[in-house]
């Protein structure tokens, strides 16, 4: 990888959803739109928004906040999509805001702990980042730091089965 | 560095998958009894090939075995050991050995026990053909039989085509008397190696061929610095430098040329014996000149044999493509043997956004349509440009197209692996395996194709006891087929078994809650329940199905394809399954439509009238159901809003909506309601499984001229009776 930072370091994307922080990693993400509507799809759950338009690659949008069993995130000015690599596949993630990019050490990921949304295993672990000038007022910050919740990419990967459990 | 060797090797392994491909293929043709020489021949090539690219990477286990293997091809092909049924048998089986190694060498297999089916190659090679001769172990150096045979020495001499007797040429014992009249030890080899000056681009590292040739005990006796410019004109991926290595005589020849197998084009590669007099000869001439010996040598038989001799093989082996074998390929008989044409590799990757851009073409050509004036349409530049488009989009596609006997070709093995795992016995007849599919096809009905033959043996075939009672033969039949009708592939997979059993189907899917206990359902439509998701259980499937996927997966893979799974079947007669498949996976006449505001694509092959309903032409019939009339007949009508769950403009009259009719395989003739037309066009398939899954009714998306996106409808799903067993195509 020739992401230019050490080996045991990572560069995290954070973002904010609902009141929390959320973190993915940075390698999967491949980027950040503006929201757009999607064309609605049939038969398939209601976190799945629809299909957009990626260069010419047809990406089906999800509601991070209802995939995660949340209420739907409503669509403001600051909503984003954030393409990320699914296991292969892309996939574009409703978030309400983009936060920042922030280098954190592997040591400092705690594993996590059942958090209530559903899933528990879509959390890979927290950690604590310190906020950005003049980002005191970010939700879920504490003192000077932000608890980040780090999703699991993988297991948020769309796949049949999960939506006929749906 | 390791690197690269990694990436010469994946293509290693991708010519072995090609290299057992066509063994496999050759060998069932034998078996079917086409014994031609042609294919024999495809076949040792196929298997020399592989066993040469595992000697250059160190596999040595498979190298081993394809290199017994190829022995017996050898005897073969020179017709002195005929390919009877009991010796094609034993081949197949050592081919299913030799895949197995191959896949031990790439990793994703362990290594197979094959020392049973060593033992099985040696009792013929040294039996000579019989293929129920008990294994002996293989001595070091045989002796000559009083017969007159001697099975090791002919097993890797191709010079035996020459001289039908088996006699070792005088040449070569003269010259071993000479060289070493008492140890029997041949003189050192020189070999001259100067790759040509494109090796490295090529990926032809020679160090790595020096290695190899150390690895036999050769030593570097010169280098050829000659061809070495000046530093300033010296350009660092170019070869210069030219090689004299000197390898003891005990080696084999072909182990000296094997290690040249992978070379790059114009490359100069000389192996001769050290001091010979008659090393500098052709070897032809020295092999014809020769008088017959007056008695065998005394020089152990094997080494000498074809060490002196170089062999036609290892002629071959040192050019650098198959195309060398052309000539032995066009003197076989064209059903035997595959015509090798002048070919590149390419990366299929290349080739998917070749296709991409050409689809980017043929939608930017519509736009630019849209946007003259009807007027400057019909000038000459505009029409011309499509018809280069077109042109364009046909040599793509026919870029694409292989033949389907590249999804049949693993069928074989999976049928004698089947036969052995269910103890049921059955033939597999394979017709229209020429026919020609797009790429993707190819690969992606793979899976299908494999879960219904396990399927049609595991449910369909009875066993034998069954059989005979039926008054069937004990052999099950599995037919194979593929034709072309039009713009649609038909793969078809029947068996002679014993049918669907609807009662057993029927209970399960009632038991499965998949169908309430009181439905009326007709045959077909039980039928089509194997395919419905969450039929397939454990309690209804074997082990050997049920490690497969569920047919609700086949059809669904099918569909993605834009094609259906069609299902026939007679009690006691058995069951036909047909995958139909679109021809092409790129583009698509399709005509917009709107629902609720949003664009749809209706494929136009499908459409074949639009009526803008009368007041009192649209009927409902039942609560849900509505027919429309049309010139005295009465055809079923869906309303597309209701079927995709869209919000439907309640009490939204036909009269201000339009029924396009449209013709289906499973449903005959049906109206499909929609709000408006919008346009005609082609539009280019985008399949929603690469980022997502298939949707069932959706024949996958189309980006559009504005950038939107539009669901492309597959008819046929939307149609289809048994659409209305599931719970609605709406979450």
């Not at chain 1, 957009?52 to 000015?77: D, I, K, Q």
């Not at chain 1, 879920?140 to 049949?160: F, H, K, P, Q, Y």
């Not at chain 2, 299913?96 to 190694?101: P, Q």
């Not at chain 2, 505001?597 to 009192?616: C, H, K, S, Y």
Request: glycine share 10%; hydrophobic share 45%; with cysteine.
């Amino acid at each position: 990888m020739t992401t230019g930072h050490e080996l045991g370091e990572r560069k995290i994307v954070t973002f904010s959803l609902g009141e929390q922080i959320f973190g993915i990693e940075m390698s999967a993400l491949i980027e950040i739109r503006e929201w757009d509507e999607p064309t609605p799809l049939p038969g398939v759950p209601g976190y799945i928004k629809g299909v957009t338009n990626l260069r010419g690659t047809v990406v089906p949008v999800v509601g991070l906040a209802e995939r995660l069993g949340w209420p739907a995130s409503r669509v403001h000015a600051r909503s984003c999509i954030l393409v990320v690599n699914l296991a292969g596949k892309q996939a574009g993630f409703l978030v309400d805001e983009v936060a920042d990019i922030v280098l954190i050490k592997d040591s400092d990921i705690r594993p996590a702990p059942d958090v209530e949304i559903g899933e528990p295993n879509v959390i890979k672990g927290l950690v604590k980042t310190a906020t950005r000038e003049g980002g005191a007022g970010t939700p879920g910050s504490t003192g000077g730091d932000i608890m980040v919740l780090l999703l699991d990419l993988e297991a948020l990967g769309i796949t049949r089965t999960l939506d006929l459990a749906a | 560095m390791s690197d690269e060797l990694d990436d010469i090797q994946a293509i290693f392994f991708e010519e072995c998958t090609e290299g057992l491909a066509t063994a496999e293929a050759g060998l069932s043709a034998m078996d079917a009894g086409d014994v031609s020489p042609g294919t024999i021949a495809g076949v040792f090539r196929a298997v020399h090939s592989i066993k040469g690219g595992a000697g250059a990477f160190g596999h040595t286990a498979l190298t081993a075995f394809a290199h017994r293997f190829e022995n017996l091809m050898d005897e073969v092909r020179a017709d002195r050991i005929k390919p009877t049924p009991g010796v094609t048998r034993v081949m197949l089986a050592a081919f299913d050995v030799l895949s197995d190694h191959v896949a031990a060498a790439q990793g994703t297999a362990p290594v197979p026990a094959d020392a049973q089916m060593l033992d099985a190659l040696e009792a013929i090679l040294k039996a000579g053909g019989a293929p129920d001769a008990a294994p002996a172990p293989a001595p070091p150096e045989p002796e000559p039989d009083p017969f007159g045979f001697e099975p090791v020495a002919v097993a890797i001499d191709p010079l035996e085509e020459l001289d039908p007797f088996g006699f070792e040429p005088v040449g070569v014992a003269l010259e071993e008397l000479d060289a070493s009249p008492d140890a029997g030890e041949p003189r050192p080899w020189t070999v001259t190696f100067v790759p040509s000056d494109a090796a490295l681009a090529h990926g032809g590292e020679p160090v790595l061929i020096v290695r190899e040739l150390e690895l036999l005990g050769g030593e570097v006796t010169a280098v050829d610095l000659s061809g070495l410019p000046p530093l300033r004109d010296l350009e660092p991926e170019h070869c210069y430098f030219g090689w004299t290595l000197s390898v003891p005589g005990s080696v084999e020849e072909s182990a000296i040329s094997d290690c040249f197998d992978f070379l790059a084009p114009s490359s100069i590669v000389e192996i001769a014996r050290e001091a010979a007099p008659v090393a500098d000869l052709p070897p032809v001439e020295w092999a014809t000149a020769a008088p017959p010996p007056p008695e065998p040598p005394v020089a152990p038989p094997p080494p000498p044999a074809v060490a002196t001799t170089p062999e036609p093989q290892a002629l071959v082996a040192a050019a650098p493509v198959p195309v060398a074998d052309a000539p032995a390929l066009r003197a076989a008989p064209a059903a035997s043997a595959e015509p090798a044409a002048q070919t590149i590799r390419v990366d299929l990757v290349k080739l998917d956004m070749l296709l991409n851009l050409v689809g980017e073409l043929v939608i930017r050509g519509s736009i630019l349509a849209d946007r003259l004036s009807p007027k400057d349409q019909e000038r000459v530049e505009l029409p011309q440009l499509s018809r280069l488009t077109r042109e364009i989009q046909d040599t793509v596609m026919s870029l694409r197209a292989q033949p389907i006997k590249q999804a049949f070709s693993r069928v074989p093995r999976m049928l004698r692996d089947l036969s052995v795992e269910t103890g049921k016995q059955v033939v597999l007849e394979t017709s229209g395996e020429t026919t020609e599919v797009d790429k993707g096809v190819i690969e992606k009905i793979g899976d299908p194709l494999t879960h219904m033959i396990r399927n049609a043996v595991d449910h369909g075939i009875e066993s034998v006891d069954r059989r005979l009672a039926a008054g069937k033969p004990a052999e099950g039949t599995i037919r194979l087929s593929a034709e072309q009708k039009g713009a649609r592939i038909f793969v078809r997979v029947s068996d002679d078994g014993g049918g669907i059993d609807r009662a057993r189907v029927r209970g399960k899917a009632v038991e499965k809650g998949i169908i309430p206990a009181d439905a009326v359902l007709t045959d077909e439509e039980i039928d089509q329940l194997i395919c419905a998701p969450g039929f397939s259980t454990a309690e209804t499937i074997s082990n050997i199905s049920g490690r497969g996927v569920g047919m609700d997966v086949v059809r669904s893979n099918v569909e993605a394809l834009g094609g259906r799974v069609e299902i026939s079947s007679v009690p006691g007669k058995g069951t036909t399954f047909t995958m139909v498949l679109p021809l092409t996976l790129a583009i698509l006449e399709g005509m917009i439509v709107r629902l609720s505001g949003q664009r749809f694509v209706l494929p136009l092959a499908n459409v074949i009238e639009t009526v803008q309903p009368e007041p009192g032409q649209v009927k409902p019939t039942t609560t849900t159901g509505e027919v429309i009339e049309l010139r005295g007949s009465y055809l079923p009508v869906r309303r597309l809003n209701d079927t995709f769950g869209l919000p439907a403009n309640d009490g939204q009259r036909p009269e201000d909506s339009l029924v396009i009719i449209v013709e289906s395989e499973s449903a005959g003739h049906v109206g499909l309601m929609v709000d408006t037309i919008d346009d005609r066009r082609e539009v280019v398939i985008k399949s929603l499984d690469q980022n997502l899954y298939p949707i069932r009714g959706l024949g996958g998306a189309t980006i559009l001229g504005d950038g939107s996106i539009a669901l492309i409808l597959d008819i046929e799903a939307l149609v289809a009776p048994a659409s209305r067993l599931q719970k609605g195509l709406a979450a």
